[in-house]
């Protein structure tokens, strides 16, 4: 009886964590739907509303992975509720809001609170179950929380939106926070972390923190001064200068705040390269395809939401048990093959799709394999990359494949706007209507997409080992450490 109940709390302080990371993820998305309410209240220009986004996504790509690591060091456990409370915190700021600057301002700290919180799920994640087949349902319930977060965000921003105003959107953080907090402080497991001085880098906090903060500024405000001008090209250059400083002083540091010996696992550097460019493959899509509904086809913001309904039912039909059980009897590996392939087909098909897309004939079979695709390949991926992690650096590597994800996704997604803004402004000129453009121009972004998401099968394919060879060398390792501490 008490390994049942030990174990139903197991289970159940998993839905505390995925309900916490649910509602920063939504956060993610449920703005966008607000923007045009946001722009008339508060008089944004169409260039500074901008910055709505760009202050969140900033402050969370920059803190996340030193997050992850003070996990490691003072507690997990303390790190999420930390990063909870302040999340919490900033939303009310963000829906007291009366002014652009503080607006902007209380995202950019909820963004810290964000990432802060979320750094360190798959972590906890990973230290709670160890047995593969717990993990890999564990993971399962945790990536489809992750990717259908998105398109759930889209259909409540749009319901709640309408249905009182924006200042909402902020607001309803503040009960589900409480809550949360509440419960997590009570059922989850206590951790006292491996101690400060195992690995207090502050340069090399500093150093990466900054030299992120910097890059992703450099990107996000590429699309106003263009790829290659002074202002991009210098921030940029300053970013790149930083991180190469990062890189040197994780080298020669006594205690790194990123040990270099994490990237001789070759799954988790080839994981964290499959969740930058694949994860750009298919949120990209979420990105373009809300606004060729909005501009080409003319949904409103609920139409939108329940257009992308098929994406959280696949994914979550998936996610949270089917998924589990193809990786313990098929392996991670080759899951993971099927399901960026099924995300390669979604997309060549919405490349190849019409300017005036019918619903359930061009557009629900993409949604519909894109749910599947994705319902299959986030939670594997988690699986490959933590696979091959010991106990003491599971909350690193998940600030690691967060970061990744969120610095991949803002480099990626700047590049296909600019692109297809690009691909728009040339068939105007060649006397295209501006609907037919503005359709040319996300279609292009599609075809890339399909091309990144190519690429990610082709490196799972040539490059990640089976997770059963990795997973045993990481118990290996887990038994030395604890021989050892």
């Not at 986004?53 to 992850?68: H, P, T, W």
């Not at 207090?200 to 450099?218: C, E, S």
């Not at 090209?233 to 040197?248: D, N, R, S, Y």
């Not at 296909?416 to 060649?430: D, F, K, N, P």
Request: aromatic letters at 8%.
């Amino acid at each position: 009886m008490p390994n049942e109940t030990k174990n139903d709390r197991r289970w159940l302080a998993l839905l505390i964590l995925c309900a916490g990371f649910l509602m920063i993820v939504l956060d993610m998305t449920i703005v966008n739907v607000a923007l045009p309410s946001i722009k008339n209240d508060l008089g944004f220009t169409q260039a500074s509303l901008a910055w709505v986004v760009n202050a969140y996504l900033i402050a969370y790509a920059g803190v996340l992975l030193l997050a992850g690591r003070l996990g490691d060091l003072i507690g997990r456990k303390r790190i999420f509720l930390i990063g909870l409370v302040a999340f919490t915190a900033a939303s009310i700021l963000c829906g007291l809001s009366v002014s652009q600057p503080m607006l902007i301002a209380a995202r950019f700290l909820q963004g810290i609170g964000g990432a802060v919180s979320s750094a360190v799920i798959l972590g906890m994640v990973v230290t709670m179950f160890p047995e593969p087949g717990e993990r890999a349902r564990a993971i399962g319930i945790f990536s489809f929380v992750a990717s259908a977060g998105a398109s759930i965000g889209l259909l409540a921003g749009g319901i709640i939106t309408q249905a009182v105003s924006w200042h909402w959107i902020f607001f309803v953080n503040l009960p589900i926070g409480i809550v949360i907090a509440l419960l997590a402080a009570r059922l989850l497991e206590s951790d006292r972390g491996i101690g400060l001085g195992q690995g207090a880098d502050i340069l090399g906090a500093f150093l990466v923190t900054t030299g992120l903060m910097l890059g992703v500024f450099a990107i996000v405000q590429s699309s106003a001064y263009g790829l290659v001008s002074t202002h991009t090209v210098g921030f940029g250059g300053v970013a790149v200068i930083l991180l190469a400083a990062f890189v040197v002083r994780q080298a020669t540091a006594r205690n790194p705040l990123l040990p270099l010996r994490l990237f001789a696992s070759r799954n988790l550097s080839a994981s964290n390269v499959i969740q930058a460019i694949g994860g750009v493959a298919m949120f990209g899509f979420f990105f373009m395809g809300s606004l060729d509904m909005q501009r080409v086809l003319g949904y409103g913001p609920l139409a939108i939401g329940l257009a992308f309904l098929p994406v959280s039912v696949g994914m979550g039909a998936l996610s949270i048990g089917v998924t589990a059980r193809l990786i313990m009897r098929f392996g991670a590996r080759t899951v993971l093959l099927a399901g960026f392939g099924l995300i390669s087909v979604a997309l060549v098909l919405a490349a190849r799709g019409p300017v005036s897309a019918d619903y359930l004939r061009d557009l629900f079979p993409v949604l519909a394999l894109l749910g599947i695709g994705g319902g299959l390949a986030f939670p594997s991926l988690g699986v490959m990359a933590m696979a091959g992690t010991t106990r003491s650096d599971a909350g690193l590597a998940s600030g690691l494949l967060n970061t990744t994800g969120q610095v991949g996704g803002a480099l990626g997604l700047a590049a296909l706007a600019a692109v297809s803004t690009s691909r728009t402004g040339e068939l105007i000129a060649q006397g295209q209507s501006p609907v037919a453009a503005l359709s040319g121009g996300y279609h292009i972004a599609w075809a890339i997409g399909a091309a990144l998401a190519i690429a990610s099968v082709v490196i799972a394919a040539t490059i990640l080992k089976s997770e059963t060879t990795v997973t045993s060398h990481m118990a290996i390792e887990d038994e030395a450490e604890e021989a050892c501490g």
